[in-house]
């Protein structure tokens, strides 16, 4: 007649055991406050996510007070880290009024602008140091960028001629008339790093004639010096040449020089236009 009992008990004390401590309700979206993304939304280099979730099965001190930390921290593909680590905790009394009531995690997440696509991670720890708990939540998201080839040492990509410099894709002939606008675009990638992910990367332009011969070089080097706590993958450079109405038709060439200084990497293209 005792066992009957004794399971009744012991499943009673089963279904009151506190939940164990969570981090639930994770949202992203593009305001403070704001509405979740749709789930598989795509986020793009430069945007600025907001980052929120909740923590649930704290405990309490016999005054009613709950001691949180946290941190949330962003890591690409690689598991590189995309932004400094954010930290703070949380300190507050929790009455019986207050039961429904989770404390909520919020953050800012920018994202660089040079980086790859890919999925990358939200990692949020959580420590509950009345309860002697953690907890650890992995959001994933994706980003949507532009596609630059690696490279292990220095080179210029994707080097494309266009009609104007707002022109999204470059010219499937590279063809102008005399008194026009030479505009171009192309990227470097294969540049080393020094100390916090500093890089020193600079290139010279020229004009060539048709047989090789230099008509103009640029006098000063454009230059990027520059740290970052991301690592820049990639540069992306631009450049403009006016040609003179009494230009002669024929083909003509832009010659670009590339340097990596930290590297000690040189790099050296030359791409055809015709002035017809």
């Known amino acids: 007649m005792m066992r009957p009992i004794l399971l009744l008990t012991l499943a009673s004390s089963l279904l009151a055991a506190p939940a164990p401590l969570a981090l639930v309700r994770p949202i992203i979206s593009d305001s403070e406050g704001g509405a979740a993304f749709p789930k598989g939304t795509d986020y793009v280099p430069g945007e600025t996510l907001f980052f ?13 007070k709950i001691h949180l930390t946290y941190s949330v921290e962003v890591f690409d593909p690689a598991g590189v880290a995309l932004v400094e680590a954010y930290k703070n905790d949380i300190m507050d009394e929790v009455t019986p009024q207050d039961k429904e009531w989770l404390p909520k995690i919020q953050t800012e997440i920018p994202i660089p602008t040079l980086i790859a696509s890919g999925t990358y991670s939200i990692v949020v720890k959580a420590e509950d140091l009345v309860g002697k708990a953690t907890t650890q939540l992995t959001v994933p998201f994706q980003v949507r960028a532009r596609h630059v080839d690696p490279s292990d040492t220095l080179i ?78 990639y540069i992306s450079a631009a450049l403009s ?25 040189t790099y050296e293209t030359k791409e055809t236009f015709t002035v017809e």
């Open 241 to 265: 040449i006016n040609t003179q109405k009494d230009t002669k038709p024929g083909t003509y060439a832009i010659g670009v020089q590339v340097k990596d200084g930290v590297g000690n990497q």
């Open 156 to 233: 210029a990509r994707n080097f494309g001629f266009l009609r104007s410099e707002d022109d999204e894709h470059p010219l499937q002939k590279a063809a102008y008339r005399p008194g026009d606008t030479v505009w171009a675009r192309f990227d470097i990638i294969g540049f080393r790093y020094g100390p916090k992910n500093q890089i020193d990367v600079g290139y010279v332009v020229s004009i060539l004639d048709g047989s090789g011969t230099v008509l103009w070089t640029q006098p000063d080097a454009t230059t990027e010096q520059s740290e970052s706590f991301y690592p820049k993958r």
């Open 52 to 64: 929120s979730c909740r923590i649930s099965g704290f405990r309490q001190t016999e005054d009613e």
